[in-house]
Each structure stands twice: as structure tokens, then as C-alpha cells.
């Protein structure tokens, strides 16, 4: 289990952005986390954290455009 401040630090983005990514009422694919009152912790490691890490990769596959030389 990592803090907010851990889980940014090892995604390199702000904290601020992994606070909003967990909220529920700000994102319909929040991160998945524990609440332990008003603590929240994350499942490093955890097969359910890496299925949201990888519903966030973005492809840069391009099949389906040609590119024509010319």
C-alpha cells in the first residue's frame, strides 16, 4: 500500500492530478484505492491497479493509415 504522494512520484505526475483521478465525482474511471477514513492508500503492485495503468495506455499504433510515398 502507497500514499497519494508515493503513487504520483512513481507515475511522475502531480499529486494533485492522482487526488482528482480518485475521486469518483470527477472521473468515471477513478484509480482504484482503499479508504481508511479519511486516509486513502493504493495497491501498488496489485492486478487491479495494473488494469486501470493499462486502460490509460494510449496506442500509438497507426494501422488502418497508409502513408503514401511520394
Do not use: C
Amino acid at each position: 500500500m502507497i500514499n497519494s504522494a508515493e503513487l504520483a512520484r512513481r507515475l511522475g505526475v502531480p499529486e494533485s492530478w492522482v487526488r482528482s483521478r480518485s475521486n469518483p465525482n470527477r472521473t468515471a474511471d477513478p484509480i482504484p484505492h482503499y479508504k481508511f477514513g479519511r486516509y486513502v492508500q493504493f495497491p501498488w503492485g496489485s492486478d487491479v491497479l495494473w488494469v486501470w495503468l493499462n486502460r490509460q495506455l494510449v496506442s500509438t499504433d497507426r494501422a488502418g493509415h497508409s502513408r503514401r510515398n511520394e
